[in-house]
């Protein structure tokens, strides 16, 4: 197990160690119209990613970057080992459209359940996870807290190209041309599929609020059936706290960046009067009244 931990580690550097010296534009490549990071994504991964074969009984996690997805991933694989003795290595890079090309061919190799995470817009998933109906757990998070960690992430982490200041991060935020496109563009796509019967949303306030409510939640609906003392044991071994700490081991130094403070409320610290109010104007214009609007709480998390 340390051996394959050391090896994302590793994988997780090498990355690192190629973002040096590029400027935020070059880190990024436009593909299908979306830009992605050049350092870990390539248009042959995204072309090779479409033969991706899922299989039904896939877990797949769908997350816009910052939202919690690197903790849910370990709460899966928690999960996963407690109740089917199947233990999913940390031997790539985590996220399915991130890699070289032959990664898909490696994948064939892993045992049922295989999780499969990934930042990517509905329409930009591979088209056999709905094909074969794989259920598709998708973790969401208020946007004022999802920005700020953004932000924090690109101007902290070891090599990423740094933002002037957050004024420019939360421009360009705000018009989608951060890595992976726009929130809002996810979250709208996300909302029309909402009540579809392969989906369910989850959102990283619900997480910090009740982390065992949560776990009970996610094994119920990919139908695990864990005891009450196993979800509880779940759940403590895998509070943010508790995943900071061993972060390290698992990602290298990028792990303290990824699991950086873990709380509610921090956009706070940086973001001015207009600039809340920007946000609020666009997501009422894109969610306002939608049942995501009702899952994300926006009221209750993103106002002052």
């Not at 994988?11 to 593909?31: D, P």
């Not at 070289?100 to 990517?120: F, G, Q, V, W």
């Not at 598709?136 to 982490?157: E, G, Q, Y």
Request: aromatic share 12%; glycine share 4%.
């Amino acid at each position: 197990m340390a051996k394959q931990q050391m090896k994302l580690a590793d994988e997780i550097e090498k990355v690192l160690a190629k973002s040096k010296g590029l400027s935020l534009k070059e880190l990024r490549f436009f593909y299908q119209g979306t830009p992605y990071p050049v350092t870990i994504c390539s248009a042959e991964t995204f072309k090779a990613l479409e033969n991706l074969e899922a299989r039904r009984d896939d877990i797949v996690l769908v997350s816009y970057p910052k939202c919690g997805a690197n903790w849910l991933i370990q709460l899966l694989r928690d999960l996963l080992f407690t109740t089917s003795q199947t233990k999913q290595e940390n031997m790539e890079l985590p996220f399915i459209e991130c890699g070289d090309p032959e990664k898909y061919e490696r994948m064939k190799k892993l045992p049922s359940p295989r999780i499969l995470a990934t930042h990517l817009h509905y329409d930009n998933l591979p088209k056999s996870i709905f094909k074969n109906k794989a259920k598709i757990l998708v973790l969401f998070r208020n946007p004022k807290d999802t920005a700020a960690s953004f932000f924090h992430f690109h101007n902290n982490a070891p090599n990423v190209p740094s933002y002037s200041s957050w004024d420019e991060f939360f421009s360009e935020f705000m018009s989608g041309k951060v890595s992976w496109g726009s929130y809002f563009d996810h979250a709208v796509a996300w909302n029309k599929h909402i009540e579809d019967e392969n989906v369910m949303i989850i959102t990283y306030e619900d997480l910090k609020e009740n982390l065992t409510t949560g776990v009970q939640k996610i094994a119920e609906f990919f139908g695990f059936s864990p005891t009450a003392e196993r979800i509880q044991s779940i759940a403590d071994r895998g509070s943010f706290q508790a995943m900071r700490e061993k972060s390290q081991e698992l990602y290298g130094s990028i792990g303290p960046i990824l699991f950086r403070k873990g709380v509610v409320g921090d956009w706070k610290n940086l973001f001015t009067e207009a600039q809340s109010q920007e946000m609020d104007a666009k997501f009422k214009e894109c969610l306002g009244g939608t049942k995501l609007e009702a899952h994300l709480k926006y009221n209750v998390y993103c106002k002052a």
